[in-house]
Structures are given as C-alpha cells and as structure tokens.
C-alpha cells in the first residue's frame, strides 16, 4: 500500500478498495474521470504485486479474438499443415480493459467466462488462465456516446465497482511535483515488490477473519432491504426494480473480511461492513422508471438503506 500511495497520490481510499478486491480474489471496475489515475493504479498494481501484467484498450472494432487469442495454420517444412494456437492478452494475471465499455457487447461477453471460470474455450477446449488472474476494468462516466453498456450478467462479475474521484486540493500539488519529478528522472523509480506466495497467504488469512454472528445478521439485512425495501421503506419500494443477488452477499462477506485484514485486525465490524457496501451493491441493484425521473442513482438507494439500517 506504501509502495502503491507513493505514485498514486491523494486516493488512498480508492487504493484500499483495489487492494481489498484482489484480496478477495475478485475484479474491480474503476469508473472515473478521464485523467484521474485509473491506468497510472493498474500499472503500478501489476508492478507492485510481481503480476504478469497486460492491457487491452477497448474500442468499438476490438473483436473477441483480440482478446482471447486464435488458432493459425501453419505449414512445416515437410509441408504438413497443423493449427497452432497463439493466445490473446487475457492470459495473464492482471489484465487491464481499458475503457471496457467502448467494445461491442461480442467483444465484452468474450470476458465473461475468463472472469467467472478463470479459464477460456477456444476451439473446443479449455485453456486455463494465470493464476492468480484478475481483471480491472476502467470506465468513464461521461462521453457515453458510441459505447455500450455492460450487461448486469457481466456487472455482477465484478467484485466491487469503485468510485476514482477527483483528489482533494492539497494533494494537487504533491502530484504536480511528483509528475515534474518523473519527468526529470526519465526512469522507473524503484519499487518495493511483494512475492506472490505472500500475496496467496495473506488472501488466505484475509478470508479467515472472524465475523461474529450479529454482525453477520447485519450483512444479510443489507442485502435484504435490497429485495424486500417495503419492509423498510416506502419510498425505496417505488424506486428498486431488482435487488442484489447472493453473490453479493458473498462479496460484501469477502470484502468485509479482506478489509478488517488491512486495517490490521483479525475481526469484522459493522463499520467495515458499511465501508465496503457501497463498493459491492452499487452496480448489483436496478433502478426504477420513477428512481431515473427523479434523476436518483444506485449511490443514492444506497445510500439510504444504510441509512435506514443504521448499526
């Protein structure tokens, strides 16, 4: 986390998230302004880490063998033809899709398989990708014209869907002297390194913090005011179309429990629950006619149900 702040300056929070994301083994979808720092993370995430680390710019022509790989047929010199196959950028360990939602929904879908099996079929067979293998995806908010929105199947892959806002005013200039800096030195500076036998043990022992049982009850609540919100409140009745499915009860249990582990404790609070909620329900939960009207997002609903469940 040390080696990461010290080039990603001012988004201490949104590191914290991705961390908790890989922890869990999960993906993360990165949405935020062009300029930000979503590339600058990844990169540094992949370096940080000792991933094998690749990058796939999205565009509206990518198709899925871009992505996945093709088989080629070749000629040997005894003039025998077999088809070899030569793999795409998705078999790695870090694969960065860069502005994810500018493909095509083919070219998107040709991800959903890698990200929830962790192996790909081409041609008929099974190919196994890296391991540990991730995805973080990046998306901006605005310019939404020629892009395609991602389907909730491929939403739902997503562990956590994390918010890269602007940086407050007083880190401004640390990123002006540390760009002004980098631009003197013209070099890598150098990185503290994590092995990734340290990365699998501490996933191991993230997983095993303790979760009391009320603090489990809380978790469920959250989920369940998501689908049943008139027991709740009238107004978010009027405004969910669908709730969150138990998959994410799964994420925010692993989230929950990766981001106690951070923060250097070996149990689970309702405030790391709260912490990471919005992170893993707001891309798993449908809005309304009536919720678009009023112009509300999935940050509001979420807003309000851990409002309305307060600890």
């Not at 003197?184 to 036998?197: G, M, N, P, V």
Request: with cysteine; net charge negative.
């Amino acid at each position: 986390r040390k080696s990461i702040t010290a080039r990603f300056i001012g988004q201490e929070r949104v590191v914290e998230l991705t961390l908790t994301a890989l922890l869990c083994g999960g993906h993360g979808l990165l949405v935020g302004l062009p300029g930000l720092g979503k590339t600058r993370l990844v990169e540094t995430l992949s370096t940080v880490m000792g991933m094998d680390g690749k990058r796939v710019q999205f565009t509206p022509d990518l198709m899925p063998a871009d992505i996945l790989g093709s088989e080629v047929l070749e000629t040997d010199a005894k003039g025998t033809r077999s088809f070899r196959f030569i793999e795409g950028p998705v078999f790695c360990q870090l694969l960065m899709a860069d502005e994810i939602n500018r493909a095509s929904p083919r070219t998107q879908s040709a991800l959903l398989q890698a990200m929830q099996e962790k192996t790909v079929t081409v041609a008929g067979q099974n190919r196994p990708l890296g391991k540990p293998f991730h995805v973080l995806a990046t998306q901006n908010p605005i310019e939404q014209e020629g892009t395609y929105p991602l389907p909730e199947a491929q939403m739902d892959r997503f562990l956590m869907h994390i918010l890269v806002d602007y940086p407050a005013p007083e880190t401004e200039r640390q990123i002006l002297a540390l760009s002004r800096q980098e631009a003197l030195d013209q070099a890598q500076e150098t990185i503290e390194k994590i092995s990734q036998a340290t990365l699998l043990e501490a996933r191991k022992q993230a997983l095993a913090v303790h979760m009391a049982e009320p603090v489990e009850e809380y978790l469920v609540q959250l989920i369940l005011a998501t689908r049943n919100t008139q027991a709740y409140d009238g107004a978010l009745a009027q405004w969910l179309d669908y709730g969150a499915s138990p998959r994410a009860t799964i994420a925010l249990d692993r989230c929950s429990r990766a981001l106690a582990w951070l923060e250097g404790r070996d149990f689970v609070t309702p405030d790391d629950v709260r912490a990471v909620a919005p992170a893993v329900l707001r891309h798993r939960i449908g809005l309304t006619y009536e919720a678009e009207a009023e112009e509300l997002s999935t940050e509001n609903i979420v807003t309000e149900i851990l409002n309305t469940l307060m600890v």
